[in-house]
């Protein structure tokens, strides 16, 4: 059966657990980030604003109710299914469903909104696409970061232990931050041998960017940044 490693945060690495073990593979968790809460001033979030814009169901996640509620009336633009359930199940009571990318989403609302203020939920840590997109378009975006991830450090014991000593075919990477993590843990003298074969599927090019040479011809890139299409491209692999 082949091995999965799998490396986002929870709650999503048990889900994909789910769906591997499903397919026939068998996951294993080493999850290289966590998602931590970043405190909000929901003073003067919603003022003046026209509409929301989010990107990651984590930022929808993380924010503080308080800052929800404030928001909760303005039209929700989201970048896909998943950050659409995310916001509905926060509290939002206009939600739109964007196809899964963030450059077509700032297009899409770059029309609507010019001259207009958009307040994006996001992390610390993110693309400059979509808001750079938006505020050329005269779009004024209004970031409130309410969560950043948070790389674990991890033992040569410990990553063996996880992994039974043995190697693994595939690594699947959700965020150029663990992908930069995975990177320091290929290139350890104690483990380095766990990934020499191993198979990378990167959820687009910049996280496969951020491997940086560990995995030269074996990294795969989604077609789309969806899961769907992340594991649709294992599967065609096997």
Known sequence: MLR????????????TARRLADAGFQ??????????????DAGAVAD??????VTSANAVRHAPKEVIAALAGLPCHTVGRKTAEAARAAGFLSVSEGQGNAEALADA???????QTIVYLCGRVRFPGFEERLQ??????????????????YSDEAVLARLSARPVEAVLLYSAKA????????????????????RFFALSGRIAAALGDVAGERI????????DALLGLLQASR
């Open 179 to 198: 992908a930069m993590a995975m990177q320091a843990l290929a290139g350890r003298p104690a483990l380095r041998g766990l990934f020499q074969d191993t």
């Open 109 to 115: 609302l770059a029309g609507g909104f010019a001259g």
């Open 48 to 53: 003046a604003a026209a509409a929301v814009a």
């Open 136 to 153: 050329a378009a005269g779009v004024q975006v209004r970031a409130v970061e309410t969560y950043d991830a948070v790389v674990l450090d």
């Open 27 to 40: 996951p294993i968790l080493l999850p290289l980030t966590e998602t931590v809460a970043l405190a909000v």
């Open 220 to 227: 795969r890139i989604a077609p789309e940044p969806s899961e």
């Open 4 to 15: 999965v490693l799998v490396t986002r945060p929870e709650p999503g690495t048990s889900r």
